[in-house]
């Protein structure tokens, strides 16, 4: 299950690595296309709305968890790049049970404030019924999510990609199958989504754990590395609360957003949610990108070996840049055929393509941020990129959004330009930061 990735061609080991990820992102983000999808053919756009706000609050919960498991990833594969397998197994172990707790308060607080969430994003009064049952069904289903998550974690720290493609995947195949069964034959709408989201959760635990009690992993875990210790512990926190913190605000944004949307009414809120799930399947490079740079420069970095772990980052804004121009270029012209897969509603279509025809040039402006984001945290240095992602919500992507809003009341597509806005504020702290860094020799 391990693998070394401080030896042979950068670019291969990049390839090797991301493309599981890749696939791995994807068919997580089509755990929610699927919900929205198979919703919009049996619902109407009260259930559509329920489940993209829904999914949405969830979204923000699963990102801040595999932000904060961003610690746990950069801390093993530090730890097996200088071949310590002591280090790798007490990081592995302080990962279990720092997310333990995690996921048992979560669980408890969320069920408790499940009614207050959905009236804070201004749900729309035909939709809240359904959010609360949503929301309430997948918040028991937090230990399951938190699991996967650490899981997922020590295979990546540990330079293996392709297990966690293998145990998303059966995952998404078991929510498919239920959400027909469950919305399509017996009529359970919103809550149909959101139990076949949870059970088909379960299974990917169940599958990984079975995987993980048959395979040598190379580590050998024992009763103290389960103990908090000040060394895994605290390096595991100093990189993934940023992190999380990074990706909270970020989903904040977005709520903020959908909350902005909400107000102008349900077919704008429709639309809105439709195209978030769009630009989470657009986003999954940019996002493989960053958790590519930071576990393979984690590894590099532990070894010792500086010049790989750049030119990491170098592949990696090659890759993102080209991908987001492609991306972004092509969905201008296929726009309203994308949005008119999720529903035949006239209006949100043409509201959904406005705001998708804006939203898409966050592509290329997010790839070259998340692919510094991921040096910096292989370098312990998570605070940048918490610190650039928090100064383009509040500057750039919140405001403008309000402000598009409140002086574009016929169109979308003023409010989808606030993205990019805050991704390219993003993109200038990022570099002045990397070049700072590198004149200190705080990076190499």
Same mark, same amino acid.
């Given at each position: 299950?391990?693998?070394?990735?401080?030896?042979?061609?950068?670019?291969?080991?990049?390839?090797?690595?991301?493309?599981?990820?890749?696939?791995?992102?994807?068919?997580?983000?089509?755990?929610?296309?699927?919900?929205?999808?198979?919703?919009?053919?049996?619902?109407?756009?009260?259930?559509?709305?329920?489940?993209?706000?829904?999914?949405?609050?969830?979204?923000?919960?699963?990102?801040?968890?595999?932000?904060?498991?961003?610690?746990?990833?950069?801390?093993?594969?530090?730890?097996?790049? /200088?071949?310590?397998?002591?280090?790798?197994?007490?990081?592995?172990?302080?990962?279990?049970?720092?997310?333990?707790?995690?996921?048992?308060?979560?669980? @408890?607080?969320?069920?408790?404030?499940?009614?207050?969430?959905?009236?804070?994003?201004?749900?729309?009064?035909?939709? /809240?019924?359904?959010?609360?049952?949503?929301?309430?069904?997948?918040?028991?289903?937090?230990?399951?999510?938190?699991?996967?998550?650490?899981?997922?974690?020590?295979?990546?720290?540990?330079?293996?990609?392709?297990?966690?493609?293998?145990?998303?995947?059966?995952?998404?195949?078991?929510?498919?199958?239920?959400?027909?069964?469950?919305?399509?034959?017996?009529?359970?709408?919103?809550?149909?989504?959101?139990?076949?989201?949870?059970?088909?959760?379960?299974?990917?635990?169940?599958?990984?754990?079975?995987?993980?009690?048959?395979?040598?992993?190379?580590?050998?875990?024992?009763?103290?590395?389960?103990?908090?210790?000040?060394?895994?512990?605290?390096?595991?926190?100093?990189?993934?609360?940023?992190?999380?913190?990074?990706?909270?605000?970020?989903?904040?944004?977005?709520?903020?957003?959908?909350?902005?949307?909400?107000?102008?009414?349900?077919?704008?809120?429709?639309?809105?949610?439709? @195209?978030?799930?769009?630009?989470?399947?657009?986003?999954?490079?940019?996002?493989?990108?960053?958790?590519?740079?930071?576990?393979?420069?984690?590894?590099?970095?532990?070894?010792?070996?500086?010049?790989?772990?750049?030119?990491?980052?170098?592949?990696?804004?090659?890759?993102?840049?080209?991908?987001?121009?492609?991306?972004?270029?092509?969905?201008?012209?296929?726009?309203?055929?994308?949005?008119?897969?999720?529903?035949?509603?006239?209006?949100?279509?043409?509201?959904?393509?406005?705001?998708?025809?804006?939203?898409?040039?966050?592509?290329?402006?997010?790839?070259?941020?998340?692919?510094?984001?991921?040096?910096?945290?292989?370098?312990?240095?998570?605070?940048?990129?918490?610190?650039?992602?928090?100064?383009?919500?509040?500057?750039?992507?919140?405001?403008?959004?309000?402000?598009?809003?409140?002086?574009?009341?016929?169109?979308?597509?003023?409010?989808?330009?606030?993205?990019?806005?805050?991704?390219?504020?993003?993109?200038?702290?990022?570099?002045?930061?990397?070049?700072?860094?590198?004149?200190?020799?705080?990076?190499?």
């Amino acid at each position: 299950m391990e693998k070394n990735l401080t030896s042979g061609s950068v670019f291969r080991n990049i390839v090797y690595f991301s493309l599981p990820y890749l696939l791995s992102y994807f068919l997580q983000t089509l755990y929610g296309m699927a919900d929205l999808y198979i919703i919009g053919q049996f619902n109407g756009v009260d259930s559509i709305t329920a489940v993209s706000v829904g999914s949405q609050v969830m979204h923000m919960l699963t990102v801040m968890i595999v932000g904060l498991a961003m610690g746990s990833t950069v801390t093993i594969g530090k730890a097996i790049g /200088a071949r310590q397998p002591e280090h790798a197994a007490a990081a592995i172990g302080n990962t279990i049970t720092l997310f333990m707790g995690v996921s048992a308060v979560c669980t @408890v607080l969320l069920l408790v404030l499940a009614e207050p969430v959905v009236s804070l994003m201004s749900t729309p009064d035909e939709a /809240a019924a359904e959010t609360i049952t949503y929301l309430t069904i997948c918040f028991m289903g937090i230990p399951f999510i938190t699991a996967y998550n650490i899981i997922s974690s020590v295979f990546r720290g540990m330079g293996d990609s392709k297990s966690p493609m293998y145990f998303i995947g059966a995952a998404c195949v078991t929510n498919i199958v239920l959400d027909y069964l469950l919305i399509g034959v017996f009529r359970l709408g919103a809550a149909g989504a959101a139990l076949g989201t949870t059970l088909s959760q379960t299974v990917s635990v169940i599958l990984a754990l079975t995987v993980i009690l048959r395979k040598k992993t190379g580590v050998k875990l024992k009763k103290q590395h389960f103990k908090p210790q000040s060394g895994p512990m605290g390096q595991i926190l100093k990189i993934g609360i940023p992190v999380a913190l990074q990706d909270g605000f970020i989903q904040i944004a977005f709520i903020v957003i959908t909350v902005i949307a909400n107000r102008r009414g349900l077919n704008d809120a429709a639309a809105v949610g439709i @195209v978030e799930k769009i630009i989470g399947v657009v986003f999954l490079v940019p996002s493989t990108m960053l958790s590519t740079v930071s576990a393979l420069s984690a590894q590099n970095i532990g070894a010792g070996k500086h010049e790989r772990a750049a030119l990491t980052l170098r592949y990696a804004l090659y890759f993102t840049v080209g991908y987001g121009l492609v991306v972004s270029v092509v969905t201008q012209f296929i726009a309203v055929p994308v949005v008119g897969l999720f529903t035949e509603n006239a209006a949100v279509i043409l509201l959904g393509k406005q705001y998708l025809q804006g939203y898409i040039w966050d592509c290329i402006f997010a790839g070259i941020h998340f692919s510094f984001s991921g040096y910096f945290c292989a370098y312990g240095r998570s605070g940048i990129s918490f610190l650039h992602n928090f100064l383009s919500i509040v500057c750039v992507r919140v405001p403008g959004a309000f402000l598009a809003s409140k002086y574009f009341t016929d169109t979308l597509f003023p409010m989808g330009l606030a993205a990019p806005g805050g991704s390219l504020l993003s993109v200038f702290i990022c570099m002045a930061a990397f070049f700072q860094l590198k004149k200190g020799r705080s990076i190499r």
